[in-house]
């Protein structure tokens, strides 16, 4: 059967940097939209040229610098339809889309009558004319022209007719692609392919796009109703990002309409299926940019996606992973995580051991040491899930043997409030490397800091591991106040990260909120320099 081509339409540098707190630079443009044109997806909105000095630079290094320039997207560029009173020729807005020189416009305007009235303050029909007279312009300028009809799901349902008088202006004066948006995000599933449905009837669905928000957290299924009810270009975002709730999440939509068979036997996309593999790495990127933490639960490309934690979901998982998981993770470039937990049996540990390099048989009776002393420390405040490194220091030194590097052997930490009303952490830290003693000390903003400061800022003086420390950073400090079952206790927990880029995640726990983070601390360090291949101390 010959399948019918679907369009992805990628929004993440225009929709998407409309959230708040994201602040595109240019080089940031220009790596995700590197990331994208890699993955193959059909369209790239890079943003509204004019608008700001951001955007309109980046669509200029894009076209000056071959470097840059796009092999699988046609970039696009983003902009209103023209005003009421000046020909389109004469419109600053247009002009600034025509510069930006781009191979496809995608022109923003009214379908609903109420905007129309409320905030445009023109006639239904001077609105009708700015959208074709928009579209002709472009048709003449020879550039691939889409109408984003703004608002038009509420349109539809307020005043169907002019609604879809707004459509066929566009369409008749030569659009490509009529978008039909679905901009406060509050249209359900199946209004949606009902009011779809009734607009295939004017515009074919290969000229008709999707663009939904995620206001009733309904934007992929949306997107889904509206291909399955004839359009043809999907738009979204990397992670759904977009204001208030988000755009449809790109790399949720991308692996179903790949992946699953309702679409994949009906509907061909220009990304190729080896590039599917992509995605999770493209998600990632994004969250780096933006410097967030990655969402764990995000569908398909989240780290939890793949996550197995009760014992018995564990050992199917071991038989046959497809008793717990809906797709292979691989095949989005994902990878199957087993958590370890109280709850867990030994078959998580066995497991978790395999990704961290260790093979041992399921009778030694190490594994049953470990899994004790594993449950003894959740017991008091512990939590193994997310501190990968804490909990491979702790197997390797009951399963194998991990060297000992530095010896921390006492610490004296004190804050002190001067009279001027500062207050001053100091700490000292006594560390033995090959039998000799090193006093090292330290100030910090708190007490924690200071410690910290006391052992990494003298790095220099523990010359054997100088060189291997010298590049750690911690880059998220948590602490968690738990109630335990006789008394409070502090959880703290550390993530470090060096000139190689990947993180690790290390845990301490204790009464005293110093002597808890003290014990993470000790535990990343052992673990860059165990990771590294350190020497062991004499
Ligand atoms: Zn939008």
């Known amino acids: 059967m010959n399948k019918e081509r679907l369009y992805i339409f990628d929004t993440t540098l225009r929709d998407g940097a ?50 840059h320039s ?44 109420f905007h129309v009235d409320i905030v445009l ?10 959208i074709s007279e928009s579209a002709k312009h472009f048709v003449r300028t020879e550039q691939e022209f889409m109408f984003d009809a703004e608002h038009f799901f509420d349109g539809y349902k307020a005043n169907p007719k002019y609604a879809l008088s707004c459509l066929k202006s566009a369409f ?21 392919t009902k009011i779809v449905t009734e607009v295939t009837k004017v515009i074919p669905g290969k000229n008709l796009g999707i663009h939904a928000h995620n206001d009733t957290g309904n934007a992929v299924a949306n997107s889904l ?85 009760g014992g018995l979901h564990v050992s199917a998982v071991q038989k046959d992973p497809k008793t717990y998981e809906h797709i292979r993770p691989e095949e989005v470039g994902n990878t199957r995580n087993i958590v370890v937990s109280d709850q867990s049996g030994k078959s998580n540990i066995i497991s978790r051991l395999k990704t961290i390099g260790i093979e041992i048989k399921e009778s030694d009776p190490k594994i049953k040491k470990l899994l004790d002393e594993v449950k003894d420390r959740e017991f008091i ?50 560390l033995e490397v090959d039998g000799e003693k090193i006093i090292c000390e330290g100030q910090g903003n708190g007490p924690v800091n200071a410690l910290d400061n006391a052992i990494r800022q003298n ?17 998220d400090y948590k602490v968690r106040i738990l109630n335990t079952g006789t008394e409070a206790v502090t959880r703290v927990s550390i993530e470090s990260t060096d000139s190689k880029g990947k993180n690790w995640f290390t845990i301490g726990v204790s009464a005293n909120i110093i002597d808890a983070s003290f014990k993470a601390l000790v535990d990343s360090l052992d673990y860059k320099l165990f990771k590294d291949k350190a020497p062991a101390s004499l």
């Not at 004066?173 to 995000?185: E, F, P, S, Y």
């Open 18 to 67: 409309q959230t708040q707190g994201v602040d595109f630079s240019v080089d940031d443009k220009l790596k995700i939209a590197s990331a994208l044109d890699n993955l193959g997806v059909d369209y790239i909105e890079g943003g509204w040229p004019g608008a700001n000095p951001t955007d309109t630079e980046f669509f200029h290094t894009l076209n000056s610098s071959t470097k």
């Open 70 to 113: 796009l092999i699988n997207a046609k970039l696009t560029a983003f902009g209103m339809t023209k005003k009421t009173g000046r020909s389109a020729d004469n419109d600053p807005g247009l002009s600034a889309l025509v510069n930006a020189n781009t191979p496809a416009v995608c022109v923003v305007g009214k379908s609903w009558d």
């Open 121 to 130: 303050e023109i006639s239904n029909d001077e609105n009708l004319e700015n």
């Open 172 to 192: 008749d004066a030569g659009a490509r692609w009529i978008v039909l948006c679905d901009t406060n995000g509050g249209t359900l599933p199946h209004e949606i």
């Open 225 to 309: 109703a509206a291909v399955w009810a004839g359009a043809r270009q999907v738009q979204g975002t990397i992670n759904g990002l977009g204001e208030r709730c988000g755009n449809a999440d790109l790399m949720s939509l991308i692996p179903t309409l790949f992946l699953k068979n309702d679409f994949a036997s009906k509907f061909q996309l220009q990304i190729k299926p080896e590039k599917i593999k992509n995605l999770t790495q493209c998600s990632r990127l994004l969250d780096e940019i933006l410097n967030r933490k990655p969402n764990q639960h995000l569908p398909y490309v989240g780290a939890a996606a793949f996550s197995h934690k």
């Open 381 to 430: 405040g512990y939590s193994y899930d997310g501190a990968d490194a804490s909990f491979e220091l702790l197997a390797r030194r009951i399963i194998g043997k991990i060297p000992r590097y530095i010896l921390i052997k006492e610490y004296d930490v004190s804050v002190k409030k001067s009279s001027s009303g500062e207050i001053i952490s100091s700490a000292k830290a006594q």
């Open 459 to 475: 790095v220099n003086r523990l010359n054997k591991y100088s060189e291997y420390l010298k590049d750690l950073k911690l880059v």
